[in-house]
T-cell receptor
Framework: GNSVTQMEGPVTLSEEAFLTINCTYT??????LFWYVQYPGEGLQLLLK?????DKGSNKGFEATYRKETTSFHLEKGSVQVSDSAVYFC?????????????FGAGTQVVVTP | EAGVTQFPSHSVIEKGQTVTLRCDPI?????LYWYRRVMGKEIKFLLH????????ESGMPNNRFLAERTGGTYSTLKVQPAELEDSGVYFC????????????FGSGTRLTVV
């Protein structure tokens, strides 16, 4: 079956620090990969996505590269801000057989302090 | 355009009671999904409607959960009778086309069963 494993939180960082959240996956078929973010009191928002190997998704200073050889999709940001405090979810979808159904990881809470 | 609306935002009920969660998708979105996150674990798929029909209900945990989508518009998720392990955050999402890329999530309903 499909599964997503991401690093446990909480991750606490100082402002302007470098952030990495590890995500690895197993999938039957060829998945698309996503990072979603949930800010306090809000719904899930798509942060970035990649649909094929070696694609790099990017948004709001965040980046993640689809690595098929290591089945990974690690999220990185070079300089975090307090406003980046949120819960981040890695997810995949195997569109061929799932009608867009998403398989999520457990989420990683990130806390950025001034 | 209005987003996906869920209510209530919070619900606290006693074990054995009934609770109904509601989701109003974005107008015109045929696809409606329910997910839930239990106790800080991964967000899990519950079911998927295409218009008023259940396309995939493989994630529904048991027959205490009943989902409906009247006329292909809003959807309700009823839990009857509620158990302690049903506590969590229930998310709804909608999309116009097939696939994960166009998902819009609601802000979720936090259900606490005591």
């Amino acid at each position: 079956g499909n599964s997503v494993t991401q690093m446990e939180g909480p991750v606490t960082l100082s402002e302007e620090a470098f952030l990495t959240i590890n995500c690895t996956y197993t999938a039957t078929g060829y998945p698309s990969l996503f990072w979603y973010v949930q800010y306090p009191g809000e719904g899930l928002q798509l942060l970035l996505k990649a649909t094929k190997a070696d694609d790099k998704g990017s948004n709001k200073g965040f980046e993640a590269t689809y690595r098929k050889e290591t089945t990974s999709f690690h999220l990185e940001k070079g300089s975090v801000q307090v406003s980046d405090s949120a819960v981040y979810f890695c997810a995949l979808s195997v569109a061929r057989d799932s009608w867009g159904k998403l398989q999520f990881g457990a989420g990683t809470q990130v806390v950025v302090t001034p | 355009e209005a987003g996906v609306t869920q209510f209530p935002s919070h619900s606290v009920i006693e074990k054995g009671q009934t609770v109904t969660l509601r989701c109003d998708p974005i107008s015109g979105h045929d696809n409606l999904y329910w997910y839930r996150r239990v106790m800080g674990k991964e967000i899990k798929f519950l079911l998927h409607f295409v218009k008023e029909s259940k396309q995939d209900e493989s994630g529904m945990p048991n027959n205490r959960f009943l989902a409906e989508r009247t006329g292909g518009t809003y959807s309700t998720l009823k839990v009857q009778p509620a158990e302690l392990e049903d506590s969590g955050v229930y998310f709804c999402a909608s999309s116009q086309g097939r696939g994960s890329y166009g998902y819009t999530f609601g802000s979720g309903t936090r259900l606490t069963v005591v």
